[in-house]
């Protein structure tokens, strides 16, 4: 029993907890929990205060290979008495770190103890007399002690080991779920990530593990090798997000085949069946979550192949020119259209004086600030030579790329000639016939005709419609970016990082509805081809910095762990982590989860559908678990 001092200095590092509801009770389970053993040991061995040992008693139900295994939760009891001879109970929660199997319960009976060259020395034959001794050790590492207020489990600490000779106990499943994850709101709905299982199949998967609703938009990243289940474990939180009494926007970009579409079908039998065959515990998760093989609803998915080249039948859909604005955002895309185009610092100044006074004066834009005149003047002559009359003009037809592409060549190649040309506007040129005009200089006309050329071959401007911003970020909508369709990995480039400015810039303005916003999802299947991009990687970087501020979350899955600055920025942004069958350097691992040494070998043996789960805020430990596939079609 612990001494009035130990135990008053106990108490009194108890702190007061806010009570707030714990998650879901769907597996509320009454049974009681199974006896292990006692801590044994004293403090007078040289072990970590925050450590015990468990010798595990042959006659207790928990058996090992059955229910006792490494990430398993225990409870220890321990009888205290403070000064004034008050008694009460201490339990101290600990996770199984290790589990040693003492050398005499490696056999089957006592005959083939005899015969094993281990028994033969001295030691084990005064120890172990027989298979009927102690024979399993478990090393526990501390989390906390029990604190109670009503329904409420909660820790506190500082830890003390439990007294020796303290009962021990497997936690049932409801306290695992309360240690595991620390206490938080779920008023306003939870997501669950996936169900809590030892690799022994210790607790019950129904032991959900559990996100509050705004951590979404805390951002997550998922890293597991190819062919574990990221696109499947994607699938299961849209709709797990979708399910959300006000369900945020859901944005996926898809960079590789078909896997993002019919999202409307529910799962095939025969895919049902490679599930059950992977994890047969599968089938326990979806009777106690209430699952059932459905897809998402047809009036709910928009997909959006971009480019000329249309998949499956549906409408191609592409950048519209007349999207690109004389402001500083119009002149930073530019240079990123034209970045690998070789042009000088001067040509570039020109090409983007061509693209002002263009815009400015013979589209939309005309209308707004700072454009010379108040309206328009589409139809009319836009390009004249100093001489009127000499050289047959030019009329705008529509504000594409392509047209402001075509007054340029035809300048050049009226310049090739001899003749200086200006673009003028007809509207205005006998005002401003000299300020307004923008003279084509000989040393950047060849560069930038071939720099235009390059981005007309992207295929990515007026093709089909263009994507409208608000109706992708409207509540409880799935919208799929299709960028495969685009030969050009550049072009996938450019038009992503078109998209994310966009969608970011939308959602941050001040005249923005912000009453019937509900929050954004972003989701990024294969995050290096993403990453790889400059201009992509500053986008999401804001996103990243930003995002909870403006209710956007960032959700990434990958087979690599970003190594670089900029990325490893992001990575420190993201809070909810989910590993899978990886191999890589236990360096990077443990940047992104506090994982010990056997755990990080752990990973290359997990099979499909298990990974660890860990959330910065909210886990008291990286934990084990079982991924609930999603429920609409996927194949393989």
Same mark, same amino acid.
Not at 146 to 162: Q, S, T
């Given at each position: 029993m612990m001494s009035h001092e130990q135990a008053e200095n106990v108490e009194a590092s108890e702190e007061p907890t806010v009570e707030v509801p714990t998650t879901e009770q769907e597996d509320v389970s009454a049974e009681e929990p199974l006896y292990i053993g006692v801590v044994a040991g004293g403090y007078e061995e040289s072990i970590p205060t925050d450590s015990f040992k468990v010798v595990v008693n042959p006659q207790a139900e928990a058996r090992i290979k059955k229910e006792v295994g490494r990430w398993g939760i225990v409870k220890a009891d321990t009888d205290m008495m403070t000064r004034d001879g008050r008694t009460f109970r201490q339990t101290t929660y600990g996770v199984i770190d290790d589990v040693k199997i003492l050398p005499g319960y490696a056999f089957r009976d006592a005959k083939e103890m005899a015969q094993s060259t281990y028994y033969r020395d001295k030691q084990f034959s005064t120890t172990f007399s027989s298979v009927a001794e102690d024979a399993l050790e478990l090393s526990v590492k501390s989390l906390g002690h029990e604190k109670r207020r009503g329904d409420l489990l909660d820790l506190f600490g500082p830890i003390r080991p439990p007294e020796r000779e303290s009962k021990v106990f497997l936690a049932v499943p409801n306290e695992v779920r309360a240690i595991l994850m620390k206490p938080h709101d779920t008023s306003h709905g939870i997501v669950r990530t996936g169900a809590y299982a030892t690799l022994h199949?210790?607790?019950?998967?129904?032991?959900?593990?559990?996100?509050?609703?705004?951590? %979404? &938009? =805390?951002? /997550?990243?998922?890293?597991?090798?190819? /062919?574990?289940?990221?696109?499947?474990?994607?699938?299961?939180? %849209?709709?797990?997000?979708?399910?959300?009494?006000?369900?945020?926007?859901?944005?996926?970009?898809?960079?590789?085949?078909?896997?993002?579409?019919? =999202?409307?079908?529910? =799962?095939?039998?025969?895919?049902? /069946?490679?599930?059950?065959?992977?994890?047969?515990?599968?089938?326990?998760?979806?009777?106690? &979550?209430?699952?059932?093989?459905?897809?998402?609803?047809?009036e709910r998915t928009s997909y959006y192949p971009i480019g000329p080249a249309s998949r499956r039948g549906y409408e191609p859909y592409s950048i519209k020119f007349d999207e690109i604005a004389p402001d500083e955002d119009g002149a930073a895309f530019f240079r990123l259209l034209f970045e690998d185009a070789g042009l000088s610092e001067a040509a570039m100044n020109y090409l983007i004086e061509y693209l002002f006074f263009f815009k400015r004066h013979f589209t939309r834009f005309a209308g707004e600030p700072g454009s010379p005149h108040p309206s328009a003047n589409l139809g009319q002559p836009v390009l004249t030579s100093c001489a009127p009359g000499e050289i047959p003009n030019i009329r705008l037809r529509d504000d594409t790329l392509e047209n402001f592409a075509l007054v340029l060549r035809t300048a050049i190649a009226r310049n090739r000639q001899g003749q200086w040309i200006n673009l003028r506007c007809s509207v205005c040129q006998a005002e401003q016939r000299v300020t307004e005009g923008v003279d084509l200089q000989p040393y950047a006309a060849q560069a930038i005709s071939r720099a235009l050329s390059e981005a007309l071959r992207l295929n990515i401007f007026d093709f089909g419609s263009s994507i409208e911003v608000p109706r992708i970020v409207t509540g409880g909508h799935v919208s799929v970016i299709d960028v495969v369709g685009l030969r050009s990995p550049r072009g996938a480039e450019l038009f992503i990082r078109h998209l994310l400015h966009s969608i970011f810039n939308h959602i941050n303005r001040e005249n923005y509805d912000r009453e019937a916003y509900r929050g954004l999802i972003i989701l990024l299947d294969e995050a290096w081809r993403f990453f790889r991009s400059k201009m992509i990687l500053e986008e999401v970087d804001t996103i990243s910095r930003m995002g909870r501020s403006l209710r956007i979350g960032l959700w990434l899955a990958d087979q690599t762990i970003p190594s670089l600055g900029a990325q490893q920025a992001i990575m420190s942004n993201i809070h909810t982590r989910v590993f899978g069958s990886f191999t890589g350097e236990a360096r990077e691992i443990k940047s992104v989860m506090p994982l010990d040494e056997r755990s990080v070998v752990a990973l290359n043996n997990l099979p499909r559908g298990m990974g660890v789960f860990y959330n910065i805020e909210l886990s008291r430990m990286p934990t084990p678990f079982i991924v609930p596939p999603c429920r609409c079609y996927h194949e393989g």
């Amino acid at each position: 029993m612990m001494s009035h001092e130990q135990a008053e200095n106990v108490e009194a590092s108890e702190e007061p907890t806010v009570e707030v509801p714990t998650t879901e009770q769907e597996d509320v389970s009454a049974e009681e929990p199974l006896y292990i053993g006692v801590v044994a040991g004293g403090y007078e061995e040289s072990i970590p205060t925050d450590s015990f040992k468990v010798v595990v008693n042959p006659q207790a139900e928990a058996r090992i290979k059955k229910e006792v295994g490494r990430w398993g939760i225990v409870k220890a009891d321990t009888d205290m008495m403070t000064r004034d001879g008050r008694t009460f109970r201490q339990t101290t929660y600990g996770v199984i770190d290790d589990v040693k199997i003492l050398p005499g319960y490696a056999f089957r009976d006592a005959k083939e103890m005899a015969q094993s060259t281990y028994y033969r020395d001295k030691q084990f034959s005064t120890t172990f007399s027989s298979v009927a001794e102690d024979a399993l050790e478990l090393s526990v590492k501390s989390l906390g002690h029990e604190k109670r207020r009503g329904d409420l489990l909660d820790l506190f600490g500082p830890i003390r080991p439990p007294e020796r000779e303290s009962k021990v106990f497997l936690a049932v499943p409801n306290e695992v779920r309360a240690i595991l994850m620390k206490p938080h709101d779920t008023s306003h709905g939870i997501v669950r990530t996936g169900a809590y299982a030892t690799l022994h199949g210790l607790y019950p998967v129904v032991t959900h593990i559990a996100l509050p609703k705004e951590q %979404i &938009f =805390l951002h /997550g990243s998922i890293y597991a090798t190819t /062919g574990w289940g990221k696109t499947v474990l994607i699938k299961h939180l %849209i709709q797990e997000f979708l399910g959300l009494d006000e369900p945020p926007a859901i944005v996926v970009f898809n960079v590789k085949g078909y896997d993002f579409y019919d =999202l409307e079908k529910p =799962l095939p039998d025969t895919e049902w /069946g490679k599930m059950l065959q992977w994890n047969p515990d599968v089938d326990k998760v979806w009777q106690n &979550f209430k699952y059932r093989r459905c897809g998402i609803e047809p009036e709910r998915t928009s997909y959006y192949p971009i480019g000329p080249a249309s998949r499956r039948g549906y409408e191609p859909y592409s950048i519209k020119f007349d999207e690109i604005a004389p402001d500083e955002d119009g002149a930073a895309f530019f240079r990123l259209l034209f970045e690998d185009a070789g042009l000088s610092e001067a040509a570039m100044n020109y090409l983007i004086e061509y693209l002002f006074f263009f815009k400015r004066h013979f589209t939309r834009f005309a209308g707004e600030p700072g454009s010379p005149h108040p309206s328009a003047n589409l139809g009319q002559p836009v390009l004249t030579s100093c001489a009127p009359g000499e050289i047959p003009n030019i009329r705008l037809r529509d504000d594409t790329l392509e047209n402001f592409a075509l007054v340029l060549r035809t300048a050049i190649a009226r310049n090739r000639q001899g003749q200086w040309i200006n673009l003028r506007c007809s509207v205005c040129q006998a005002e401003q016939r000299v300020t307004e005009g923008v003279d084509l200089q000989p040393y950047a006309a060849q560069a930038i005709s071939r720099a235009l050329s390059e981005a007309l071959r992207l295929n990515i401007f007026d093709f089909g419609s263009s994507i409208e911003v608000p109706r992708i970020v409207t509540g409880g909508h799935v919208s799929v970016i299709d960028v495969v369709g685009l030969r050009s990995p550049r072009g996938a480039e450019l038009f992503i990082r078109h998209l994310l400015h966009s969608i970011f810039n939308h959602i941050n303005r001040e005249n923005y509805d912000r009453e019937a916003y509900r929050g954004l999802i972003i989701l990024l299947d294969e995050a290096w081809r993403f990453f790889r991009s400059k201009m992509i990687l500053e986008e999401v970087d804001t996103i990243s910095r930003m995002g909870r501020s403006l209710r956007i979350g960032l959700w990434l899955a990958d087979q690599t762990i970003p190594s670089l600055g900029a990325q490893q920025a992001i990575m420190s942004n993201i809070h909810t982590r989910v590993f899978g069958s990886f191999t890589g350097e236990a360096r990077e691992i443990k940047s992104v989860m506090p994982l010990d040494e056997r755990s990080v070998v752990a990973l290359n043996n997990l099979p499909r559908g298990m990974g660890v789960f860990y959330n910065i805020e909210l886990s008291r430990m990286p934990t084990p678990f079982i991924v609930p596939p999603c429920r609409c079609y996927h194949e393989g």
